[in-house]
Structure formats: C-alpha cells, structure tokens
C-alpha cells in the first residue's frame, strides 16, 4: 500500500506534505478491506460525501501518522504498512498513542464537572429545583480600585509597547550599511558628497515617501512601464535609505559596482539595477524642483562685487566636458571627439547666480557641438527676460542670440592691438575673477567620483541622468565662498 504516483498529497486534515516537497516521506492508500478503510477514516476524523471521496492511487495518507513499527521497507527498496495497521499519530493527540479516540461529550463533561452527567432515562423523573443565577459582571459597576488598577495597567503597558518599538528600530538601524560606514560628517562627506550627517538625513527625508513606491526598472521594463504604483515598489533585498546609500557609493565615491556587490552582500546585477533606478528616479525628481532663480531672487542674494561691477547679471554660463569611451563606429567617433580636449567627450552647459547656485543644467551633448550650438539648443535663451545680462567666457560668441530676447553678454575683450590697454586688462581681470565661481561650481559636480576614470559606452543610456543627479545634489553642499574669490 505504498505510494503510487510521485504527485501524492496527504489526505489528513492540517497535513500539507506531499511527495515533491517531502521526498523522505511515503504515501499510503487507503486499505481495501472495508472495515479497516472505516477505521482509517475514524481515525483521521473525515466523513466520506461530496467534498471527500477515496480513490485508490490518488487519496493517501503519509507515513508521519503511523508509528515506526507499521511501516517495513521491502527488498525492493519500497515501504510498506503491516497488515491492520492504521494511522494513529496526529497533531490533536499530539502525535502520541496514549489519546487515539477522542471522548464523548459527556465523558468530557464529566471529567470537567465531576459528576456523572449521564441521564438513566429508565429513572423516574425528578424535579430539580430552579436556583437563581447571578447576573453577568459587565451588569455591575467596578469598584474604584480596580478602576485605577486596571488604568495603572494600561500605563505601564503602553509604557511597554514604546520600549519595545525604541528597541525594535535600533535592532532595525544596527543592520542599515549606512550606519556602519558612516558615523561622522567626514564619512558624509566622502561616501555621500553631502556635507553633513543632518544634510543626508534631511535630504533622505524629502524623498523617502515617494522613493517608497520605487519599482526597479527591470520589471518596469518588463511591463512596458504599465506598473501598479498603488501596490507598492518591489520586494528588495536592501533597505531603501541603504539603496540611496549604495546609489551615491558609486556616483560619489566613485567605488566599483564589484567593491559595491561585495560590501552590501549583493550581486553586481543587483548593484547595476540599483543604481539605474535611482539615477532615474533622482533625475525626475530634482529635475521637477524649480531651479531657475527670478530676477528678484537673483538680486536679491548677488553679492556686493556683483552688484557694483554688473548689477544686472541673471546667469554666469560654461561648457564642460567629461571623458567617454570612444565608439568603433567611425560616424559616432567624430561626432563625439573634441579638439579642445582631443580625445571622445561628452559635452554639457552650466549656469550659475551670482551667489553660487546652480540654476541651469543642459543635458549631455556630443563632444564636437560648439559652444555657440549648444547654447542654442540647451534652452538657456528661452529662460532669459529683456534687461538681463549674460557672462560668459571668450569662446561664448553668442551676443547675437541674446540681443534677439533683450539681454546682453559680458565677456572679455578681445586684443585688437599688440597689447590690451589699461582699461581692457581691468575688465578682464574683473570679469576673470567673477568668473571663477562658475569654474568652481564645475569642479565641485566634477568632485563626484564617478567621473574620474573615462565614461563606458554601457553607461551610455543613463549618462545624462547621472550627470544631472550630479549637478543638482552638489547644490545641497556648502555655498561658495563668494568673498575670498572675487574681490577685485
């Protein structure tokens, strides 16, 4: 009466084994003989009817509820029951011999009252008088003492509950990677570019409540972008304060994605589809924040240089460019190979306030546009208001596009003669040192690590999120000291 089909499910019920996820177990019919099959069904406490019927070779019960003794294994390899053996061991009887049938009502009743509740119906009937029952507790007013009991109880419990959900969230906080690596503003500032412990917490606050319906973009991809997001985001095996974490190790740390997989116990798919999510889910949401300061705003923080030498600067503008892998395709070569650099770079525009903010982040162009074209296809120009004026470096001709929407351009002069005059060489020291707070807002994005080693071409697909994400997170950092550089 062994099992016959590998697809064997215990027919008891409460027992969910089955022989694919209990190989060690085996499965028995029920037996043929009709009085034994009803002992079986006796003891397995189920009544034959519509919603359970035996059938040989696919109703079994599994070899827990026999004993060790019922069961023999045959030459051939295959277990077998003794003859008259019935299932006894079950989890009502706590799997124990000593309780195989259960007692009747009235044997529980009298165990439970201590007198025989048996009636003998062939005794004369005897009048049993009618005592009066006392009414239920909830019919009587407690006493004050178990009022302030019962409210001193409630106190201490609740006082309970809050220890425990103190001591749950730092079991919680002990396992987070962030706090491992971090626990000064010094590790911030290297793991995170943030410039301070308060810094990252207030920045991951402001976007924990969305980044909680965050779906990975390879199930986004998978779906054709038709997600749920009343759902919730993806089942992760990180935390999402440490996805953020992982997210600035790599962009502003610069660490590899193995150094990465290696250090939060992850694979380097898992670390690679991290990174992808966040860099486009930061890119939507810093890229949503309005940037581009009012004239008033811009007036209002311009420092005192600024508004002596030019008071009617909106934007201080340049062009960087970072290094990429170079393509084999020849077409794809030239357009991204910069002669100013001499080697294939990706090429974007910056601006800036006069206080040092980053008001204006192009997206990423080809290392061969100009600075001219990229001005005008970035849309700086559309952002621009009659009366505003411009500055920008010598390679910046672009007088023309700003005259076109009522603003001006401050530049350096050019040298007409064999030498620049007294006033030309002021005005471009001047504007020189004015100008470096767009330079040393470059090299603040370019302090991001990641862009230290040359661009790969897999990176190609969100190289612009990345750099955007870069540029927007750096203006969370400290101002520029605007004083000690511009002083004229």
Request: net charge positive.
């Amino acid at each position: 009466m062994a099992e016959s089909s590998h697809r064997c499910y215990c027919s008891v019920p409460g027992c969910s084994n089955s022989k694919q996820r209990h190989p060690y177990l085996s499965f028995h019919d029920f037996p043929k003989d009709e009085e034994q099959r009803k002992s079986w069904v006796k003891f397995i406490r189920r009544d034959e009817g519509p919603l359970f019927q035996i059938k040989r070779g696919s109703t079994f019960v599994c070899s827990m509820h026999f004993k060790a003794d019922d069961i023999y294994t045959t030459k051939s390899g295959r277990r077998k029951i003794n003859p008259g053996a019935a299932p006894r061991l079950f989890s009502w009887n706590d799997w124990s011999t000593d309780r195989v049938t259960r007692e009747s009502p009235f044997q529980r009743a009298s165990t439970r009252l201590g007198v025989d509740v048996r009636v003998d119906r062939t005794a004369p009937a005897v009048a049993v008088p009618i005592l009066p029952q006392a009414d239920h507790d909830y019919a009587c007013q407690p006493s004050p003492g178990h009022l302030d009991a019962a409210a001193q109880r409630i106190r201490e419990l609740e006082a309970k509950v809050r220890q425990l959900e103190v001591q749950l969230c730092d079991l919680s906080a002990s396992k987070l990677h962030i706090n491992r690596y971090c626990a000064t503003d010094e590790d911030f500032r290297f793991y995170t570019r943030f410039p301070s412990e308060k810094v990252f917490w207030i920045f991951w606050e402001s976007v924990a409540p969305s980044a909680s319906k965050l779906v990975y973009w390879s199930k986004a991809q998978r779906n054709s972008g038709a997600v749920d997001v009343e759902k919730g985001g993806s089942t992760r095996k990180l935390a999402l304060v440490d996805e953020l974490f992982l997210y600035c190790c790599r962009v502003a740390a610069g660490l590899k994605e193995k150094v990465i997989a290696d250090i939060f116990g992850i694979s380097t798919a898992t670390v690679s589809r991290v990174i992808i999510t966040w860099a486009n889910y930061l890119y939507l949401v810093l890229g949503s924040l309005p940037i581009w300061m009012s004239r008033e705003q811009v007036t209002q923080l311009m420092p005192a240089k600024f508004a002596e030498y030019c008071p009617n600067l909106r934007v201080i503008v340049d062009c960087t460019e970072i290094r990429c892998e170079s393509p084999s395709s020849l077409t794809l070569q030239s357009e991204t190979f910069s002669v100013y650099k001499n080697h294939t770079t990706f090429k974007a525009l910056i601006g800036i306030a006069p206080c040092g903010v980053i008001t204006f982040v192009s997206k990423l162009f080809t290392g061969s546009i100009s600075d001219q074209e990229i001005t005008k296809q970035c849309g700086i120009l559309q952002l621009l208001e009659p009366g505003d004026a411009c500055m920008a470096d010598k390679g910046f001709v672009i007088d023309q596009m700003l005259s076109d929407v009522g603003a001006s351009l401050i530049i350096p002069p050019f040298k007409r003669g064999a030498c620049f005059s007294k006033e030309n060489t002021e005005k471009t020291q001047s504007i020189a040192r004015l100008r470096i707070l767009v330079e040393r807002a470059i090299r603040r994005i370019k302090e991001y690590h990641i862009w230290d080693t040359t661009v790969p071409l897999t990176l190609s697909g969100s190289v612009n999120q990345l750099w955007t994400t870069c540029c927007l997170m750096s203006n969370f950092q400290y101002p520029l000291d605007t004083k000690d550089h511009i002083c004229v």
